[in-house]
């Protein structure tokens, strides 16, 4: 485990780390029991968890304000509840209930709370960075101070959406953050091996776009230098490109064995735990042992709660089927 | 009255609806010098860069920023130049746009209008001269819109930019130039009614887009035959106004529609079996239907003119209908 000397600065803050240890435990208690809700059943479509990513939510999304914007991708829990949304409306939105985020209509890969910015997981790789530069480029035109982060995997980059909407959030110098999750994998295939030169970063450092690089699993870094970049965006600097490395300790569905994965890969990665890392900084920071069980067992405990009340939930009527689909030719009056 | 042609009439509804409402704005390829066939002439004068704005050459990035854009309190008129190139955004409209609304539990929606201009014209060949309308009346959450007039081409467009669902807006290039009269004032067309360009009582010619100017012209010549053919323009294609289309036919008793596109899996098959299905027992002859053949579009114009459906074949298809062949 790496030690940062850095950790033991007296300006360590012991609070807002604290509060990103909950947050990181939020969202695995929340990955943990949707995966156990797909062995029973209750999970009805396929969750890409991001178990062991959780610090790139947390220190992303963490930085942003809830009016600011945020979009995310098919393994977009974590980004999800870090952006404040409510955990038993994501819960029944996985086990299809009413009252799910987007009452029972999308399931995982389209979770979307524009209550708290965040405007959508996306079952197309690489389809919100075009929308979210849009997203942006609304902003601008407004002259809101908000700002939009984009949040999308290492496979998205090679879709031509990306070039597409980098290079134009750079045309029009627009408040957006993309974030690229570099967990090494496209489903089942290392993206290293389909990706020419030298990746994300190096794509948008040649559309004129400012770039920097994190380890994704320290929480403590991936959230300075998105501070740093969220500030530079805030500032009207133009867009801002952040690639954080990482690792998903599951398959790339919660069903899927990742037999393509050599074995002491996962476990050198499973030595290196965001939310243990984040512990280990937070004991040398001084915060007792007891604390940090503590804070985890809360966490935890509530999400059984959030478990059992979302099966309780009943299932939403029929006839949402032909809701919220179109005003004009709205399949209520005429589906055929 | 005054008089404008197709082009300039939605220019106008451009203004009117940009002078009206702050958050409609334009974007697309080359809108800084009035596009490519001059629809947004002098707007970037008027409303600035802001507003009429010059894009990249990415047409998903066009259609999916307005899809953001639109998420995001503004209202995005997205211009696609051909309907071709529309398809290099089709996962935007079809995947975002269209479903974003339903997938997400009716928290937004996605008030957008894509103008894709459509049809032959001077020699554009398979990847410039296309009708793709039927494609988007197949996708729930698009309304899909053909105007054919300039009357219409303000009034639908200015019921489009208002419309809060995304709104695939067909012009057919071949009526720019086509004149015809404005009323003076604010003038809207609601979106999914039909217009009757023609009354008559033996048949029912239905169509939209460029295929009204061929229908009126097949019926004039009918006319002077004696018989007398009912021309419905459809104007938006989904919804498509079935009540119109039913009280014609259940009048005249016959049904042929006509339109630019594929024949095959075109929008005509829709209505010809909706008619069909709704009317079997009224219908005193079987329903017609024409459109291209299934070719792809050529250049040189003895090729060209095999894709297109002539007024003479309208006439013929019609007299046919009316003066049903023997069956031997
Ligand atoms: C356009 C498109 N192509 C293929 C897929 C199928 N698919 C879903 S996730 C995925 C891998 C994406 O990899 P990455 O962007 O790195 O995200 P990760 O799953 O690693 O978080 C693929 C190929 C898809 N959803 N969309
Ligand atoms: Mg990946």
């Not at chain 1, 990103?20 to 890409?48: N, S, W, Y």
């Not at chain 2, 220019?11 to 800084?32: F, N, Q, T, Y």
């Not at chain 2, 639908?156 to 004032?185: F, Q, T």
């Not at chain 2, 809207?188 to 033996?202: C, S, T």
Request: glycine share 10%.
């Amino acid at each position: 485990m790496k030690e940062d000397p850095g950790l033991r600065r007296d300006n360590f803050d012991r609070e807002r780390f604290l509060e990103r240890l909950a947050l990181m435990h939020r969202i695995r208690a929340f990955e943990e029991e949707a995966i156990a809700g797909q062995k029973e059943g209750l999970v009805l479509g396929a969750i890409h968890p991001s178990i062991g990513q959780e610090a790139v939510a947390a220190g992303v999304c963490g930085n942003l304000e809830t009016a600011d914007l945020m979009l995310s991708t098919h393994r977009g829990h974590g980004h999800t509840l870090a952006k404040g949304a409510d955990a038993l409306a994501m819960m029944r939105e996985l086990f299809g209930r009413e009252g799910g985020t987007c009452g029972g209509k999308g399931g995982s890969m389209h979770i979307a709370d524009f209550g708290v910015g965040m405007l959508g997981a996306n079952g197309v790789v690489g389809a919100n960075i075009p929308i979210a530069t849009g997203a942006a480029h609304a902003l601008k035109l407004q002259g809101s101070r908000q700002i939009v982060t984009c949040i999308f995997g290492d496979g998205a980059v090679n879709r031509g959406p990306f070039m597409e909407g980098l290079n134009w959030a750079r045309v029009f110098d627009l408040p957006v953050l993309f974030v690229c999750e570099d967990n090494n994998f496209s489903a089942t295939t290392r993206t290293r091996d389909m990706t020419g030169g030298a990746g994300a970063g190096a794509r948008a450092e040649s559309l004129g776009i400012d770039t920097a690089e994190v380890d994704g699993n320290d929480l403590i870094a991936v959230d300075a230098a998105a501070r740093v970049a969220i500030e530079a965006v805030r500032a009207g600097q133009g867009p801002r490109f952040l690639t954080c490395h990482t690792y998903r300790m599951t398959g790339h569905t919660s069903v899927d064995p990742a037999a393509y994965r050599p074995a002491q890969e996962v476990e050198e990665w499973r030595g290196n735990d965001p939310i243990a890392r984040l512990e280990v900084a937070l004991r040398m920071a001084g915060i007792e042992e007891a604390q940090l069980t503590d804070l985890h067992r809360t966490e935890a405990a509530a999400m059984a709660d959030i478990a059992r009340t979302a099966r309780e939930t009943d299932w939403p009527e029929a006839v949402g089927a032909f809701t919220d689909v179109q005003d004009v030719g709205d399949p209520r009056e005429r589906a055929y | 009255m005054t008089n404008s042609t197709y082009l300039e009439a939605g220019r106008r509804a451009v203004i009117e609806e940009m002078e009206r409402d702050p958050s409609v704005w334009a974007l697309g390829e080359d809108l800084g010098r009035g596009g490519v066939f001059g629809q947004y002439k002098g707007l970037q004068d008027m409303f600035g860069a802001g507003r009429i704005a010059d894009t990249p050459i990415s047409e998903a990035c066009i259609m999916g920023a307005a899809v953001g854009a639109a998420m995001t309190g503004t209202r995005p008129i997205v211009e696609m130049r051909f309907s071709d190139f529309a398809l290099c955004a089709i996962d935007e409209l079809v995947n975002q746009a269209a479903k974003a609304r339903f997938m997400f539990g009716g928290q937004m929606r996605v008030p957008l209008v894509v103008r894709e201009p459509v049809g032959m014209w001077r020699s554009s060949a398979a990847q410039h001269s296309q009708s793709l309308e039927s494609w988007y009346t197949h996708i729930p959450g698009l309304v899909v819109v053909a105007p054919a007039t300039p009357a219409d081409n303000l009034g639908l467009l200015k019921s489009a930019i208002r419309c809060d669902d995304p709104v695939v807006y067909m012009e057919h290039k071949n009526l720019w130039a086509l004149e015809g009269e404005l009323p003076e004032g604010e003038h809207i067309v609601p979106l999914g009614k039909a217009d009757i360009a023609r009354e008559g009582r033996d048949a029912t010619l239905v169509t939209w887009s460029g295929m009204r100017q061929g229908c009126l012209k097949a019926a004039e010549t009918l006319s002077a035959e004696g018989i007398e053919a009912e021309v419905i323009d459809l104007r938006t294609l989904w919804p498509w106004d079935r009540d119109t289309v039913m009280a014609s036919v259940e009048k005249t008793g016959r049904l042929v529609v006509v339109h630019e596109a594929v024949a095959v899996s075109g929008f005509g098959a829709e209505i010809a079996a909706s008619v069909a299905e709704a009317l079997h027992f009224r219908l005193k002859a079987p329903v017609a239907r024409l459109g291209a053949p299934r070719i792809p579009i050529a250049y040189a114009p003895t090729m060209e003119d095999e894709a297109r459906v002539s007024p003479q074949r309208i006439v013929a298809a019609v007299r046919k209908t009316v003066q049903p062949a023997e069956v031997s």
